[in-house]
């Protein structure tokens, strides 16, 4: 097993080696500056989500693409030393949607599912799949952070209208969401200093 683990490291290391280096010319998209926040902070699945949102608008910007995947995959990792070799295969699968030629992930996949048929592990809990049809607390928390954050990156792009919107969308959810009441303040403030 360790042996196994070095190996989706090393593997992933030389995935990376390529380097997703981040340019001096700031990404304005709001999707994926919450989502490098959050992988910044170690929440890989509240991460994939925004990461995803960002692609998916924005299929033509490789480090975008880049990024998505490295988080797709590290992700997978934790799920494989946690012994969720499912849910690891589910991350694989995801990345290599992206990138289906990417032989390291190809193999990646392919070890991974050789875990499942070894461990015969049940089906993956529906709440640990970031793609869940259903809407679970879980998800809702997601849903929510994803709009504050949004907000946040817009407020920060002083686009105060947008960003009461994604804050409005919060409390939608959950009516006695402080942060959100707060900074809907700030911004119609903003908005009426800037007049």
Same mark, same amino acid.
């Given at each position: 097993?360790?042996?196994?683990?070095?190996?989706?490291?090393?593997?992933?290391?030389?995935?990376?080696?390529?380097?997703?280096?981040?340019?001096?010319?700031?990404?304005?998209?709001?999707?994926?500056?919450?989502?490098?926040?959050?992988?910044?902070?170690?929440?890989?699945?509240?991460?994939?989500?925004?990461?995803?949102?960002?692609?998916?608008?924005?299929?033509?910007?490789?480090?975008?693409?880049?990024?998505?995947?490295?988080?797709?995959?590290?992700?997978?990792?934790?799920?494989?030393?946690?012994?969720?070799?499912?849910?690891?295969?589910?991350?694989?699968?995801?990345?290599?949607?992206?990138?289906? $030629?990417?032989?390291?992930?190809?193999?990646?996949?392919?070890?991974?599912?050789?875990?499942?048929?070894?461990?015969?592990?049940?089906?993956?809990?529906?709440?640990?799949?970031?793609?869940?049809?259903?809407?679970?607390?879980?998800? $809702?928390?997601?849903?929510?952070?994803?709009?504050?954050?949004?907000?946040?990156?817009?407020?920060?792009?002083?686009?105060?209208?947008?960003?009461?919107?994604?804050?409005?969308?919060?409390?939608?959810?959950?009516?006695?969401?402080?942060?959100?009441?707060?900074?809907?303040?700030?911004?119609?403030?903003?908005?009426?200093?800037?007049?």
């Amino acid at each position: 097993m360790k042996e196994l683990i070095f190996l989706l490291t090393f593997n992933f290391l030389l995935l990376t080696s390529a380097g997703i280096c981040f340019s001096q010319q700031s990404d304005t998209d709001p999707y994926f500056i919450s989502g490098v926040s959050k992988y910044l902070e170690g929440e890989y699945q509240e991460a994939i989500p925004l990461l995803e949102k960002a692609f998916e608008t924005n299929k033509k910007n490789k480090k975008i693409e880049q990024f998505f995947i490295k988080a797709l995959v590290e992700t997978a990792i934790i799920c494989i030393t946690k012994n969720e070799y499912k849910d690891a295969s589910y991350y694989f699968e995801k990345a290599l949607k992206i990138n289906p $030629k990417d032989e390291k992930l190809q193999r990646m996949l392919k070890k991974t599912q050789v875990l499942i048929a070894e461990s015969k592990q049940p089906e993956p809990k529906q709440e640990n799949i970031i793609a869940s049809p259903q809407i679970s607390d879980n998800e $809702k928390r997601k849903m929510m952070s994803e709009h504050f954050n949004k907000a946040t990156a817009l407020f920060q792009q002083q686009k105060y209208n947008e960003a009461i919107k994604e804050w409005d969308e919060v409390l939608k959810n959950d009516p006695n969401h402080q942060q959100s009441k707060e900074m809907i303040d700030k911004a119609k403030k903003m908005l009426v200093n800037a007049k």
